[in-house]
């Protein structure tokens, strides 16, 4: 829904809230008006129902309003006496038209002094976990959201099973887009394993289906902080079509708030010329520094002249992952390694010789654009990033590098005819970009599906930088072993080894149960 759909859209809700109270407001001492004013409507209701007036901006927040409306709702009946649980859920299942029949009612009186204390325990307990619920998708939504490590894409540096806090305003929190969906889930509702929100996900109908219509316009808060190269970011999946996360049952088109959450380290940033040589990342020419943290991992085979390795030596020693280990027919093994565990297993009396299984360039791989390009996972580019405001020329060659730009991520209709382009109906021989783009990687260069399989990320398909792990869950330990005790309460950016930070936020915890029981025996 465009912005100007949007204002009809709030005009015709303001002319149903005014059909619908003009006449509590006269009857609560206010001018009948007063009720079709946008905004100063919503603030004079706040006052008739003895509720701050700060009430009126939740009511402005997409998922958050959907969550509010039920509560003004009940509060403006009970402001007129309707204080039963029956007029309770006659508010809340009719979508507040009980209000309407209250409007209309020759009865009604206006209790100005009501109390706002819930009545009875079970009123005490909706109303703080109902408001409990507002905090936390607040919270979630626009300042910091946990997300768990499903994937070794990032392995050494973010393991499988970490859980992290994403912060949403080191690059400015996205509003949602998705204005009719359940709050502080992401595509799917748990236990029921549907939608978590409305979209008509047809292709075919995409642009005229009436579910559609209630898509927020893309609105981004200012962050404080630009993306830089080699940050790890959260994004959602450009390319996202699976209904759920692992779950390849058919093609979904989903909102760009609803598509997976996928989480890479960015290697390249708008305006940079990208290009991987022997699997090495090149920025405008020059070989990419990585953070030390950043450890990344190729497949190579080790010859041991059939000598056998012991598993607990690769997994412990060398920090090989489970799964990415195998033993080739000649009885060659094929590891999962780092350039520091590869020297060190140099060095094992078993071994050989280590080699990078690197695909030579030349050799084609399904790989971004088209494998027309004749490039590879680890031979690959050059290409540029796309900037914002930056303008490029326009071929049939030069296109499909630009072509889901134009009409996915920028909502422009593509037409070829012969050797001419047309984007909306003109013919065209360049393209002006209107976002910022980003290339995102694995560290487990050999087993990570990234851009180099589906290409640019948009800036606003960015979700968020992580900051901080605050779990660490390890599927093959044992026991407490399970739990990594050392990935507790460490930061994800930064020089040198991690540091968990676990015994100060448990000092803080007691701190804080301290001064609360301080407080308690004072009162």
Request: aromatic share 16%; charged share 20%; with cysteine.
């Amino acid at each position: 829904m465009s912005v100007s759909e949007w204002l009809v859209f709030i005009l015709i809700i303001q002319g149903i809230h005014f059909l619908g109270t003009w006449k509590l407001y006269q009857i609560a001492g206010r001018k009948s008006w007063e009720a079709i004013v946008p905004i100063y409507s919503a603030v004079v209701l706040m006052q008739i129902i003895n509720r701050p007036k700060w009430w009126v901006i939740l009511l402005f927040i997409p998922v958050i309003n959907l969550l509010m409306f039920p509560v003004i709702w009940v509060e403006t009946a009970r402001s007129f006496g309707k204080n039963s649980t029956l007029d309770t859920w006659l508010c809340i299942l009719s979508l507040g038209l009980y209000l309407y029949k209250l409007n209309y009612s020759d009865d009604l009186k206006y209790i100005s002094d009501r109390s706002l204390t819930p009545k009875t325990e079970v009123g005490e307990w909706v109303s703080s976990i109902l408001f409990a619920v507002i905090a936390a998708t607040l919270v979630h939504t626009y300042v910091m959201q946990p997300y768990t490590i499903p994937t070794s894409s990032l392995e050494k540096s973010l393991l499988v099973g970490d859980f992290l806090f994403v912060s949403k305003f080191h690059y400015g929190a996205k509003t949602p887009m998705s204005a009719i969906s359940a709050p502080m889930v992401h595509d799917t509702l748990p236990f029921l394993k549907t939608k978590s929100y409305m979209f008509n996900d047809n292709p075919e109908e995409k642009k005229t289906s009436f579910l559609n219509k209630f898509q927020l316009p893309y609105f981004r808060i200012p962050g404080f902080q630009k993306i830089k190269r080699n940050d790890i970011v959260v994004f959602n999946w450009p390319a996202d079509t699976v209904q759920q996360f692992f779950k390849h049952d058919r093609k979904f088109l989903k909102p760009i708030d609803k598509k997976s959450n996928y989480v890479k380290r960015c290697v390249a940033i708008a305006g940079d010329s990208l290009e991987i040589r022997d699997g090495y990342i090149y920025i405008n020419g020059e070989r990419s520094v990585m953070p030390e943290r950043a450890k990344p991992q190729f497949f190579h085979t080790v010859d041991t002249n059939g000598k056998t390795l012991s598993e607990n030596s690769l997994y412990n020693k060398y920090h090989v992952r489970r799964g990415e280990a195998y033993m080739t027919r000649d009885r060659k093994y094929v590891l999962n390694l780092d350039e520091e565990n590869a020297d060190a297993l140099k060095n094992h009396p078993a071994v050989k010789s280590i080699s990078r299984n690197i695909q030579p360039k030349g050799i084609a791989e399904n790989v971004f654009p088209s494998r027309n390009m004749g490039w590879n996972k680890d031979n690959f580019g050059p290409l540029y990033i796309p900037e914002d405001g930056k303008t490029v020329q326009l071929t049939k060659e030069t296109l499909p590098f630009y072509k889901r730009i134009i009409t996915e991520y920028e909502d422009n209709t593509l037409n070829v005819i012969g050797n001419q382009i047309y984007i909306n109906g003109e013919e065209v021989t360049d393209y002006t970009f209107k976002q910022n783009y980003y290339w995102m990687m694995g560290d487990n260069r050999h087993n990570s599906e990234d851009s180099r399989y589906w290409g640019y990320v948009p800036f606003d398909h960015v979700v968020g930088k992580p900051v901080f792990v605050w779990f660490s869950w390890d599927t093959y330990g044992k026991g407490f072993d399970k739990i990594r005790w050392e990935r507790l309460f460490t930061t994800v950016h930064g020089e040198g080894p991690l540091n968990s930070y676990r015994y100060h936020f448990l000092a803080l915890v007691l701190l804080y149960m301290g001064y609360g029981q301080y407080k308690k025996r004072k009162s």
